[in-house]
């Protein structure tokens, strides 16, 4: 089993004009997925380097959160890899899994607070369970938390007294508890009103920079995202259609990375699902 | 041809969840007990336990009422209403306390530890746990199975004493069967081993179908509302089935053919 700490993986990233030397915590290689029939990944390989903010972009239903699900070892891949800090995920047994996975966080879609404890018990669940921290101790460090996230005043409330935008500040304190290395955002825009949008584009950002964290965010909110991250994967059709810096993305010739970026109705994504044409439908064959 | 080919695929499904169920089981039974799960378990205890109480003494109080009405219109034209008590003692403790118990706990705390738990997965609880590396089996799963399988007997327990009380009402107190008679009789006639025991072994089987059977379904649910939905009606369908199964099978191993 590889050293956690001495790895050191270097892989040339072309960003502009300049190239450099980036450490990537995850690797993966030639992934393919199948849920029952159907086909979601064909042999896709994508890297999140350590210390930046990927954004993994495309149209809904495309299983960018199966993607996350993958990295965090929930789902196994039908075919290839992913490494994290050089160690396969889809090999490791379930007490390593466990251990792996205190070094990575998930920020869900709903939030997912448990519903039956106060927003300060929640923060406080995943150091109660994981560290020997006295109760003191916990209540100082679940307080920092709430403070970065700016929701220290409603440390007593229960997740049902929360507004969407407050569910999911909630729930990244939780998610940052134990200050892991990694944190993947499943769809933290979606529903979100303009402000509660803005702070979480800040708050996004801001835990980037402040705990080096690596953050991969899955989305279809382009030009929230575009702002904040370092490199941009686009999938589509069940391999990545677009990867670059977003100045790359924004330039891309593919008729499909501009419809999506654009948001155009029809296009190499058509507006009609597929269909017989209209007078066989009204009119009969004939 | 096609029906032979779907006959096939359910059996193959059917075996498929017979399979992830024992998965289920295994992952929330076979561990290392955990102190943190002890304050957990007492929480849901009083949630499947306490809190089906009330539906369990009252119809355990009905049940023994209409066994004793029933009971003394046919023992009383023999002149042989001095059986009351061992007629109800006996049918509460060997059947209807086990099985009617059962059913309501299916009805009552079953359907609810299946909502409960799908709609944990439906929220993402279960995944956002596996995703802190905590084992949903061993911290949600296994309280809760925990639970039902020491609640349920201690309901059958009650169940019983209620019913048999409530034919003495029926009985003793408006029908005017002699109080000495109802419960000397009783006490020469029910065994411990062969009737009380039994009973609570019965029931001990039976709690441990019905909370198995709940929590998979919650567990495996599809986590929509129509699937949670299914599940709940599920949960309440098959473990009264096989409640009503296993007892007969139960009925002819400890009181069939000796």
């Known amino acids: 089993m590889p050293n956690e700490t001495n790895i050191e993986y270097h892989v040339s990233i072309t960003t502009g004009n300049s190239e450099f030397l980036v450490k990537n915590l995850i690797e993966i290689e030639s992934l393919s997925f199948k849920r029952g029939e159907r086909v979601i990944y064909d042999n896709i390989s994508l890297q999140i380097p350590a210390g930046k903010t990927t954004a993994v972009m495309g149209p809904s239903g495309i299983g960018k959160t199966t993607l996350l699900k993958l990295i965090g070892g929930q789902l196994r891949p039908d075919a290839g890899d992913i490494k994290f800090k050089q160690e396969s995920i889809p090999s490791m047994s379930r007490s390593r899994l466990f251990k792996v996975r205190r070094q990575m966080s998930m920020l869900f879609q709903s939030g997912a607070l448990f519903t039956e404890m106060s927003v300060f018990d929640n923060i406080a669940y995943p150091l109660r369970e994981h560290t020997q921290l006295s109760e003191a101790l916990i209540e100082t460090v679940v307080l920092m938390k709430l403070q970065a996230v700016g929701l220290r005043g409603a440390s007593k409330l229960m997740p049902s007294e929360l ?14 508890a134990l200050d892991p290395e990694l944190i993947m955002y499943d769809e933290p825009f979606a529903g979100q009103d303009p402000i509660s949008m803005g702070v979480l584009v800040k708050l996004i950002k801001e835990l980037n920079n402040a705990l080096n964290l690596t953050s991969v965010v899955v989305t279809h909110d382009v030009t929230e995202v575009m702002s904040i ?8 059709d069940k391999r990545i259609i677009g990867a670059g810096t977003p100045e790359q993305i924004r330039q891309s010739d593919s008729d499909l ?20 044409t209209l007078e066989q439908e009204f009119m009969g064959a004939n | 041809m096609e029906w032979l080919a779907n006959l096939g695929k359910s059996t193959l499904d059917r075996f498929a969840a017979v399979g992830r169920a024992s998965y289920v089981l295994a992952g929330s039974l076979i561990a290392v007990p955990q102190l943190k799960n002890v304050p957990l378990t007492i929480k849901q205890m009083y949630v499947v336990g306490v809190q089906s109480l009330s539906i369990i003494m009252v119809s355990g109080l009905f049940i023994g009422m209409v066994m004793a009405l029933q009971g003394y219109t046919i023992l009383v034209d023999y002149g042989a209403e001095g059986s009351l008590g061992p007629m109800v003692a006996l049918s509460i403790l060997r059947e209807l306390g086990p099985v009617v118990t059962a059913l309501l706990f299916a009805g009552r705390a079953g359907s609810a530890l299946t909502a409960e738990i799908g709609l944990m997965k439906a929220t993402e609880q279960l995944s956002s746990l596996e995703m802190m590396a905590i084992d949903p089996l061993r911290r949600i799963v296994a309280p809760r199975l925990w639970a039902g399988l020491l609640s349920m007997p201690m309901l059958t327990v009650i169940f019983s ?8 009402l029926v009985g003793v107190e408006w029908l005017g069967v002699d ?8 006490q020469s006639t029910v065994e411990w081993n062969a009737d009380v025991m039994n009973g609570v072994i019965k029931s001990i089987v039976f709690a441990f179908v019905v909370t198995w059977i709940a929590i998979f379904k919650g567990y495996d649910s599809v986590p ?12 309440v369908v098959y473990s009264s089935l096989a409640v009503l199964g296993l007892d007969f099978v139960l009925t002819a191993i400890m009181f069939g053919i000796e």
């Open chain 1, 163 to 176: 507004s969407g935008g407050m569910a999911r500040r909630a729930a990244l304190a939780r998610a940052i």
């Open chain 1, 229 to 236: 991250a370092d490199y941009v994967y686009i999938l589509a």
């Open chain 1, 257 to 276: 990375v501009q419809q999506f970026l654009q948001g155009k109705a029809d296009g190499p994504v058509p507006f009609h699902y597929p269909a017989n």
């Open chain 2, 161 to 168: 004493a209620v019913g048999i009380l409530g034919g003495h």
């Open chain 2, 179 to 186: 109080a000495g008679s109802y419960w000397s009789i009783m």
């Open chain 2, 224 to 235: 929509t509302s129509e699937g949670i939905s299914a599940a709940t009606t599920q949960t």
